[in-house]
């Protein structure tokens, strides 16, 4: 059974940084594609990045050049650093493999950036 826990979310200005993390439990993460997810109020839930197990990494156009993922495979976590954060990034962040696996998501960590 994988569980992961999102973390770094919080309340930033326009402009700002925030850094993700995500902490997976089990054996197989390094075997995986791992992907940052988020979902804004009303809307549905959008992969923005994901990595792959020989550090590839893939980004949505509109979070190119300001979010960067990064993995530790020895720390069984993925990271998701956010520069130059804009109003329309506020939403859930989640992480998962690529493609998501539904029994692994988790809560989620809230990422706010005030207009």
């Known amino acids: 059974q994988v569980q992961l826990v999102e973390s770094g979310g919080g309340l930033v200005q326009a402009g700002g940084s925030l850094r993700l993390s995500c902490a997976a439990s089990?054996?197989?993460?390094?075997?995986?594609?791992w992907g940052w997810y988020r979902q804004a109020p009303g809307k549905q839930r959008e992969l923005v990045a994901t990595i792959t197990r020989h550090d590839n990494t893939n980004y949505v156009d509109s979070v190119k050049g300001r979010f960067t993922i990064s993995r530790d495979n020895a720390k069984n976590t993925v990271h998701l650093q956010m520069n130059s954060l804009k109003p329309e990034d506020t939403a859930v962040y989640y992480c998962?493999?690529?493609?998501?696996?539904?029994?692994?998501w988790g809560q989620g960590t809230q990422v706010t950036v005030p207009s």
């Open positions: 998962n493999t690529q493609p998501a696996i539904v029994q692994f």
């Open positions: 089990g054996s197989m993460f390094s075997f995986n594609t």
